[in-house]
């Protein structure tokens, strides 16, 4: 008997190990993504340790250490993440996808791409038409970039980070008439958070609001239930800065920073987590995702941002400085902003308190990477004149894009 119950209780034993090792098997196969990164994140400081829970659950973490671990997570791991001069291959099957956020200065970005730049074979835009070919020098119909000038909206208009990272593979797929294995290498334009959601709320007074736009997140089509529409008139031209700012369904409101997060992991647009625990995850979500683009461009700084385009994927405009600003537009500009009070300025930056932090972050990385690249590069003077910060906000990519009629996202 003695026997009988100590092989069984060897068996059990045996069992028990079996099945602890296929779970935790189990859950380091499907927990190699930044979801599982997110659901259990260690952090320690000051000698403590916080726990980043799964975002169904109660957040504990505050926003210091979560934004702290990002900086020393991701920095301290850029020679791998964020690397200054790609492997962008035009001829192989890597693709170039321009995530487009509004009134960033996108428009002018990708119109100068798929029209300014030097290459073997250029891309052709009909005139006429906003759908250019931009097709690979030795595979006619294979294309080398994803975005509106060359796909249109197949994606939906303007495709946050969840709807375009699970819809380019396919959309392309279809173009080309069968599945290709690609590398995707992610680009995007950010701009001052300020001037941006004034930008908005001038498209949007103009007729500019994207009503029409549908959203998805995970898989799934988001309802009017979960995103309400703002505004309940067609005419808009007699809309306040007031009232723009009052709808807290008004998806200008920290535009950037949403638009770059994965939506999925903070319960996409129905969510029973508290406007904190919720804002924080966003956040750090799109930082982490920040630093997965191959190229970051900053619309305050053009000279720097196309500079920094042209050594990441081995293009070169046929124009130095070709991105320049149109100084006839000034005067324009000014009507946009003559009405506009230092508390309305403040209000703004209140309730884009997200996407002020998200673009000083972008910033550091931005000159950070190019800090990098001068140390790459001994011979930084000899390609590009030398400059510093002050002489690279002389020119803007999104100040023009708002006055030219037919760049209006």
Known sequence: ??????RFLRYCTIGVILMCIFVVSFLWY??????????????????????YQAPWRRLKANREIISNWTEKKYIAESNKLDFVKSDFNIKGSDVIVFLHIQN?????????MVEDLA?????????????????RPNNFGSTWFFSRYTAGWKCGVHPDWSELSGCVDRMMDEDEGKPVKRRYFFITVLRDPVKRFLSEFWHVRQGQSWSSSRHWCDGVEVTENELPAC???????????????????????????????????AGCYNSSLSKDDR?????????????????????????LSQYM????????????????HDSLNRSARKELFKEISAKDIENIKRINYLDIEFYHYAKELLFYRFE????????LEDNFEFFDKSDLSSENWAEKEDFIDNLLD
């Not at 499907?30 to 726990?51: A, D, H, R």
């Not at 009052?246 to 939506?263: E, F, G, P, S, V």
């Not at 385009?309 to 320049?324: I, R």
């Open 104 to 112: 960033t200065g996108g428009s002018v970005f990708a119109r100068h």
């Open 279 to 303: 804002d924080l995850i966003i956040l750090t979500s799109a930082k982490i995702n920040l630093h997965k683009m191959s190229f970051l461009g900053l619309s305050e700084f053009p000279k």
């Open 30 to 51: 499907t927990c190699s993504n930044e979801k599982c990164l997110l659901n259990e994140l260690q952090i320690f400081t000051s000698g403590k340790n916080y726990t």
């Open 231 to 265: 505004f309940d008139r067609d005419d808009l031209s007699d809309l306040t800065l007031e009232e723009f700012m009052k709808c807290k369904h008004n998806l200008a409101i920290n535009r950037q920073t949403r638009m770059l997060a994965d939506l999925a992991l």
């Open 1 to 6: 008997m003695q026997l009988y119950t100590g």
């Open 309 to 324: 385009f042209e050594e990441t994927f081995g293009m070169k405009f046929k124009v130095k400085n070709s991105l320049s």
């Open 119 to 135: 290459l073997e074979r250029p891309c052709r835009c009909k005139k006429r038409k906003r759908i250019c070919q931009c097709y």
């Open 372 to 379: 990098k690249l001068k140390q790459n590069n001994p011979h």
